[in-house]
């Protein structure tokens, strides 16, 4: 009588190697054939057969002088385990994809400026090329990235080039240049250029307290001494765009953010400024210790694929 054969646990275990024997022996019919084709001995395979038969407790095959046929309880038997074979596989090839890359998270973080400008077409090629990484892109202050990345609660960071204390590794991005956007029956509007406190003679729409350009025409406005006035404040450059084509007031933009915008009934002037050509600068905690999914993200981000993809 055939009896089961129980691991210290108590729980019966399967042995993939036997499952796979087990199916062969199945489909060729003859233990010779399976033997040559997976170089094994033969006396090898019948014994782990004969042990399968003993851990399940029930006849699995019938051996005869002309081959070996399946039991009913054998073909069943096979059935399910060629699924799970198959699931084994499944499971392998999972693996290998996040240890290469292919599958995994990232998790980047963008300033208001990379997230509406940069960012899209190249999470967009990155996607079409990774199908199987998930992406988290946040939008965030640029000095709350950097603190963000150096805390690893993000893999990537893209902000806007400012003094910083945080442990982090930073490499250079992208340089964009600040634009001021008026309404076209603006009394600026007939100028190529203008300096920064030219515009504080008028009305502004200004992005939301504690971004890195509301920042910085405070404190220009400061060194000038006079006031920044504003009256309207959004929390994106596509808000204060439509507000300026309303005639709300005029805006300092970033020339990627006027991209592709249908503004009608306005003119973008120079900024004549030293601070309004600025850099875009990339962060990671340690380039050699991102995840694989990460690093894939990091040498797209950087490559020349990459920086062909300008808005």
């Given amino acids: 009588m055939l009896r089961s054969v129980k691991g210290e646990t108590g729980a019966m275990t399967l042995d993939p190697t036997s499952l796979k024997l087990f ?12 033997a040559d084709r997976e170089h094994l001995a033969a006396a090898g395979i019948s014994r ?27 073909a069943a038997f096979a059935v399910s385990a060629r699924q799970v074979l198959d699931d084994l596989a499944d499971l392998t090839r999972r693996m290998r994809d996040f240890s290469s890359g292919a599958r995994g998270l990232v998790r980047l973080l963008a ?22 990484v998930r992406l988290q892109v946040l939008e965030q202050d640029s000095l709350a990235i950097t603190e963000a990345v150096a805390e690893n609660r993000a893999d990537i960071g893209l902000f806007t080039s400012l003094p910083y204390h945080a ?33 504080l003679d008028h009305e502004h729409v200004v992005l939301r307290t504690g971004t ?28 204060l765009c439509r507000m300026v084509e309303c005639g709300l007031g005029i805006g300092v933009v970033p020339a990627g953010n006027l991209v592709g915008y ?34 894939l993200m990091f040498e797209h981000l950087l490559s020349d694929e990459g920086r062909a993809l300008q808005p």
């Fill in 23 to 34: 199916v062969q022996v199945v489909d060729h019919g003859t233990i010779a054939e399976v």
């Fill in 48 to 74: 782990r057969l004969r042990d399968l038969e003993q851990m399940l407790g029930t006849e699995l095959l019938v051996r005869t002088n002309r081959g070996i046929t399946p039991t009913a309880a054998g």
């Fill in 111 to 132: 300033n208001i400026s990379a997230v509406s400008t940069f960012v899209p077409p190249l999470v967009a090629s990155f996607a079409a090329r990774y199908p199987g």
């Fill in 167 to 199: 442990d982090i590794e930073v490499y250079p991005f992208r340089r964009d240049e600040l634009k001021v956007l008026v309404p076209e029956r603006h009394p600026l509007a007939a100028r190529d250029s203008v300096g920064f406190a030219e515009t």
């Fill in 212 to 239: 890195h350009l509301r920042l910085q025409m405070l404190t220009a406005a400061g060194q000038a001494g006079r006031t920044l006035r504003h009256q309207i404040e959004v929390a994106s450059y596509d808000a």
């Fill in 262 to 295: 249908a503004l009608t009934g306005t003119r973008t002037l120079a900024l004549d400024e030293p601070w309004a050509s600025r850099d875009l600068s990339l962060c990671v905690r340690r380039a050699e210790a991102l995840p694989p999914a990460a690093r």
